[in-house]
């Protein structure tokens, strides 16, 4: 599974900008692409209608299996309030689901 990069704050950009997320709890999928394991209510994904086992196959057009995981950190992390558009299979389906970005609380 991943790490707090992806569920809660690892630190900043380093560019004065507060660096958000899009709040769920992700793990690679023996199919490929990340597995949807948690999403916190509230939470960024969970305002899009991201759900748990929903598998995320691509990130901003680019597919889950050609990224490596600095990668994907870095695509799914950003400004706060800019949004990252992920491609999500969902019972047989494949639908475009576009997240903002929520700061990171402690």
């Not at 709040?23 to 209510?41: D, I, N, T």
């Not at 994907?72 to 970005?101: A, H, W, Y």
Request: aromatic share 4%; glycine share 16%; net charge neutral.
């Amino acid at each position: 599974m991943f790490g707090c990069a992806l569920l809660a704050g690892c630190g900043g950009s380093g560019r004065g900008q507060p660096v958000g997320g899009i709040h769920a709890k992700l793990a690679y999928s023996e199919g490929g692409g990340l597995r949807v394991v948690e999403v916190p209510p509230g939470g960024a994904a969970d305002l899009a209608g991201i759900q748990a086992n929903d598998v995320i196959i691509a990130i901003n057009g680019a597919s889950v299996r050609e990224l490596d995981y600095q990668t994907i950190v870095e695509r799914l992390r950003g400004p706060v309030g800019s949004s990252v558009q992920l491609d999500v299979f969902r019972k047989g389906e494949v639908n475009t689901v576009v997240v903002m970005r929520q700061a990171y609380t402690r």
